[in-house]
């Protein structure tokens, strides 16, 4: 994200960003997705799709975990 991305509001004022700083943390995330035959192939689809774009966006040190529901929750991955 960049300073463009937020708006500072300061006593009824809005001012803009001018720098954004930020750590480079890792991520702990457990994705959670609805994998339900209401989705529908297509859908299905995209949700694999976004899941793989996030996925290629980690860095080594996030670790990520997986849960999937339709008439049941399963957890696929346990955070690693």
Known sequence: L??????????GTTR???QVFHEAVPLHLVLC????????????ERLRDAADG???SLRSDDRVGLV???EAV???VVPT
């Open 2 to 11: 960049t300073a463009q991305h937020f708006t500072i509001v300061d006593n």
């Open 16 to 18: 803009p960003a001018v």
């Open 33 to 44: 997705l609805d994998t339900s035959s209401s989705l529908g192939a297509s859908g299905l």
């Open 54 to 56: 996030l996925l290629q």
């Open 68 to 70: 999937t529901f339709a």
């Open 74 to 76: 399963d957890v696929r």
